[in-house]
């Protein structure tokens, strides 16, 4: 009995991994969304807040991977589900494949960047063929686990001669079974895998961005300090940090991709890629930095930004009085919100394409995303960018304020210990202790370290000022770095604060990073030991 439960199992499970397989495949060939990534989009945008909250405090940026296993692993289980349920009655299973097709559709047909019913139809036509042909299959691999004899010797109540003799013969049996699960296994998982790689060959971005020509400057990262373990001054694009909504890097054509500008504006317009190039470029040094990096943590990152201003574009489509945000729009509809003034007191805010010498990496929003100096990137840096409306700050509210974010999102300013390293045991004498600080647009004044042993009051030790990196920008952070000397042997805390361009010195209350980023004095415990 429980041999037959989990071959019943198996089958349904076996026959949904086909119709997944299908729909990716199906997807990919028409330019739809896979159901999978479907799902998990719809529960990215429609999970309460504190959900958000606390997926992102345990995973952080696995949470993504985490999300499509998550959605994988749970359709799976409602195929074994429906083969366990369906080995009673093929109705019940007939209806679970249906259910699960009709579930598929309507998701797709969510997610679709379509909008027109054409596009609905190609959209729900992968989940509901790879339904199809997951039932065929769970048929299949029924009859393949199943004697011939059983029901049909039983109905007609014949002799235990006839019933023995018809016994023996079984259609197939169980290495039949095996070896029709093996073939379905097979074809789901070529399915699956052709489906990636025809999606991903779509549009091939990489030979895009190398076709391009970009006028950037001097990459160098002049007056940058030299110490193992420490933070570039300008960091890779291969190292920066990766934070968004997307689960998978949306893939842009640049003959198609148009950026329109709309809503409270005198001369609405949309430009080509061409068109974004031929306006005047500038280059910026500007540090980004996520809500979501809690203190001492690494979603920050500082980068050369090649780009058109974004006051620039505004004084082309001549913002309407009283249109007081600035919506972007992402190709996938996510959305950032700022304030209008922002764009227009001074500070380099750009339509950026260019990161650090070279076009910008798909992960990193290729072919234009915003920078805006000063504030988070969850109400200002739109990746894959499409749309730019101004709005009143009244009518809309972005992606994450419904979260339960702030709606203004100015960054706070911070410091961080690189080297040495937390819990490490380090050699009495010189210790060298160093970091990174950023705050924003405001730029980095100073920086201070003190270091106390663990069973003594903190105010007792003496702040040490660090030396700091030439100042790239104003809107870029410092490397610091501090030279203890005379360390004895001990256990020890050591603490940093920044104090920024305007004079203010970074609080030393702790506070989460939601709901509008994280306070507090980054700390760590090192050992002082011959």
Same mark, same amino acid.
């Given at each position: 009995?429980?041999?037959?439960?989990?071959?019943?199992?198996?089958?349904?499970?076996?026959?949904?991994?086909?119709?997944?397989g299908?729909?990716?495949?199906?997807a990919?060939?028409?330019?739809?969304?896979?159901?999978?990534?479907?799902?998990?989009?719809?529960?990215?945008?429609?999970a309460?807040?504190?959900?958000?909250?606390?997926?992102?405090?345990?995973?952080?940026?696995?949470?993504?991977?985490?999300?499509?296993?998550?959605v994988?692993?749970a359709?799976?289980a409602?195929g074994?589900?429906?083969?366990i349920?369906g080995?009673s009655?093929?109705?019940?299973?007939?209806?679970?494949?249906?259910a699960?097709?009709?579930?598929?559709?309507?998701?797709?047909?969510?997610?679709?960047?379509?909008?027109?019913?054409?596009?609905?139809?190609?959209a729900?036509?992968?989940?509901?063929i790879?339904?199809?042909?997951?039932?065929?299959?769970?048929?299949?691999?029924?009859?393949?686990?199943?004697?011939?004899?059983?029901?049909?010797?039983e109905?007609?109540?014949?002799?235990?001669?006839?019933?023995?003799?018809s016994?023996?013969?079984?259609?197939p049996?169980?290495?039949a079974?095996?070896?029709?699960?093996?073939?379905?296994?097979?074809?789901?998982?070529?399915?699956?895998?052709?489906?990636?790689k025809?999606a991903?060959?779509?549009?091939?971005?990489?030979?895009?961005?190398?076709?391009?020509?970009?006028?950037?400057?001097?990459?160098?990262?002049?007056?940058?300090?030299d110490?193992?373990g420490?933070?570039?001054?300008i960091?890779?694009n291969?190292d920066?940090?990766r934070?968004?909504?997307s689960?998978?890097t949306?893939?842009i054509?640049?003959?198609?991709?148009?950026l329109?500008?709309?809503?409270?504006?005198?001369?609405?317009?949309?430009?080509t890629?061409d068109e974004l190039?031929?306006?005047?470029s500038?280059?910026?040094?500007?540090?980004?930095?996520?809500?979501?990096?809690?203190?001492?943590?690494?979603?920050?990152g500082?980068?050369?930004?090649?780009?058109v201003?974004?006051?620039?574009?505004?004084?082309?489509?001549?913002?309407?009085?009283?249109a007081t945000?600035i919506?972007?729009?992402?190709?996938?509809?996510f959305?950032v919100?700022f304030?209008?003034?922002?764009a227009?007191?001074?500070?380099?805010?750009?339509?950026?394409y260019g990161?650090n010498?070279?076009a910008?990496?798909?992960?990193?929003?290729?072919?234009?995303?915003?920078?805006?100096p000063?504030l988070?990137?969850?109400?200002?840096?739109?990746k894959w960018?499409? $749309?730019i409306?101004?709005?009143?700050? $009244?009518?809309?509210?972005?992606?994450?304020v419904?979260r339960?974010?702030?709606?203004?999102?100015?960054?706070k300013?911070?410091?961080?210990?690189?080297?040495?390293?937390?819990?490490r045991t380090?050699k009495?004498?010189?210790?060298a202790i160093?970091?990174?600080?950023?705050?924003?647009?405001?730029g980095?004044?100073q920086?201070?370290v003190?270091?106390?042993?663990?069973?003594?009051?903190?105010?007792?030790a003496?702040w040490?000022?660090?030396?700091?990196?030439?100042?790239?920008?104003?809107?870029?952070?410092?490397?610091?770095?501090? $030279?203890?000397?005379?360390?004895?042997?001990?256990?020890?805390?050591?603490?940093v604060?920044?104090?920024?361009?305007?004079? $203010?010195?970074?609080?030393?209350?702790?506070?989460?990073?939601?709901?509008?980023?994280?306070?507090?004095w980054?700390?760590?415990?090192i050992r002082?030991?011959?």
């Open positions: 009995m429980r041999a037959r439960m989990i071959r019943d199992g198996l089958s349904g499970l076996i026959a949904v991994a086909l119709a997944l299908i729909a990716e495949l199906i990919a060939l028409t330019g739809a969304v896979a159901p999978i990534i479907a799902m998990g989009g719809l529960l990215i945008d429609n309460p807040g504190w959900i958000t909250h606390l997926v992102i405090d345990a995973l952080g940026t696995k949470d993504k991977p985490a999300l499509i296993l998550f994988t692993v359709t799976l409602a074994a589900g429906i083969g349920v080995r009655s093929d109705r019940r299973a007939q209806i679970g494949f249906i699960l097709g009709v579930v598929g559709a309507i998701v797709a047909t969510i997610d679709t960047p379509a909008s027109t019913t054409q596009g609905s139809l190609v729900a036509f992968g989940p509901i790879g339904a199809t042909l997951g039932w065929q299959a769970y048929r299949l691999l029924r009859l393949a686990a199943t004697p011939e004899a059983a029901a049909s010797v109905a007609a109540n014949v002799s235990e001669a006839t019933r023995a003799q016994m023996t013969r079984r259609v049996g169980r290495r079974f095996l070896g029709f699960a093996t073939v379905t296994a097979g074809a789901s998982a070529a399915a699956f895998v052709g489906g990636r025809i991903g060959s779509s549009v091939d971005v990489d030979a895009q961005r190398e076709a391009l020509s970009l006028n950037a400057g001097d990459q160098s990262a002049k007056g940058a300090l110490l193992d420490l933070s570039p001054l960091t890779p291969k920066f940090y934070i968004d909504t689960l998978v949306p893939r054509d640049l003959a198609k991709w148009r329109k500008v709309s809503g409270m504006v005198e001369r609405p317009f949309e430009m890629f190039l031929g306006m005047p500038r280059e910026e040094v500007i540090t980004l930095t996520c809500v979501s990096n809690e203190v001492g943590d690494d979603l920050v500082n980068a050369r930004w090649l780009g201003s974004l006051a620039d574009v505004l004084k082309k489509a001549g913002v309407r009085p009283g945000q919506v972007g729009r992402s190709v996938d509809d959305t919100g304030p209008t003034e922002v227009l007191d001074g500070r380099p805010a750009l339509i950026a990161m010498g070279e910008l990496p798909g992960p990193h929003g290729f072919p234009a995303r915003l920078v805006v000063g988070y990137g969850y109400v200002s840096a739109t960018l499409t $749309e409306e101004l709005t009143t700050w $009244e009518a809309f509210d972005a992606y994450w419904p339960g974010w702030s709606k203004t999102g100015p960054i300013t911070q410091s961080r210990i690189d080297v040495p390293r937390d819990g380090v009495p004498g010189r210790v160093a970091g990174v600080a950023w705050a924003g647009d405001r980095i004044k920086v201070e003190r270091a106390y042993a663990r069973d003594t009051p903190p105010d007792a003496t040490m000022t660090g030396t700091l990196s030439e100042a790239l920008s104003g809107n870029a952070w410092r490397q610091w770095v501090v $030279e203890w000397q005379g360390a004895q042997p001990g256990d020890y805390v050591v603490e604060r920044a104090t920024d361009g305007k004079g $203010e010195t970074q609080t030393n209350k702790r506070q989460r990073s939601d709901p509008d980023g994280a306070t507090g980054h700390q760590i415990d002082v030991k011959a």
